[in-house]
């Protein structure tokens, strides 16, 4: 094995105290610069935290901090097939995507300086400093699904997040039911989910640096969602973090290998983990959990 039981047990451990504090600072100083902004502070907006910090299984020291700026005001739907607006009694919105994006960009730039303000295709980066870390930011619109729960009652909806990338792309996620799903199967299994998660995050890291895994391919998220779909049994079966991984990746591999993941979800369980679009596969995954587990030297 290439890593010994204290290390695994050491990798469980969350972020530091210090990296903490300067994340809420980051988090802080967004949701200042967004009221503070005369074209959004008369806006209903939601800012909060998303990714691996929101839930807890962020493990690189001074990595992105990923901040969702959610317009509630002015929110996309989708309706029940053959319903429409009138029929929730909701009227045109009066402000596109597109509007509401600059204006992010404008309120950052003003409070962090234009020079540490930069744009991509999926998010707004804002460069760290002594005193806040990296951040990515998604201005995104409230997405009411009510399809997805077959619902006529405007007040009874799934809620995500939508917006656009640079490159024109649609993009829905549903980043509280993720926080809410990886609590609820933490404390299922006596509080070992998050821990492998970060374990297997800690390698996943080490193999990139390695050469022997693709960053691109291979991400924290997809990690997470993996670990995710190891049943609650499985990570309790052993009690040493050793037997543990090993397991999990044995039963990884083995589901795959036996076609057995067509029906897995991401951690919010609203998206399948492998359906088309992703920038992995089957095959890519597959292949992860081999290279790994020959890696770790089992």
Known sequence: MKYSEETLQFWTTPLSKTEEERVDNTINMIKGAIKGYDKLNSLSIEVFAQGSYANNTNVRQNSDVDICVMLTSTVFCNYVEGKQDVDYGYTKGTISYQEFKAHVIEALKIKFGSSAVSVGNKCIN???????????????????????????????????????????????????NHVDNGKQKNIATNYKYKKLVRIMKHIRNNMVSDGKADEKLISSFLVECLVWNVPNDQIMKYSTWENTLRNAIAFLWKAIDENKQGDWGEVSERLYLFHSGRKWTVGDAKKFLYDMYEYLGY
Do not use: C, L, M, W
């Not at 399809?147 to 549903?174: C, L, P, Q, W």
């Open 126 to 176: 804002i460069r760290a400093n002594s005193y806040h870390v990296n951040a990515d930011v998604v201005p995104s619109f409230q997405y009411r699904d009510f399809r997805i729960i077959n619902s006529i009652d405007s007040k009874r909806y799934v809620e995500g997040i939508k917006y656009f990338a640079t490159d024109g792309k649609e993009i829905i996620n549903y980043p509280k």
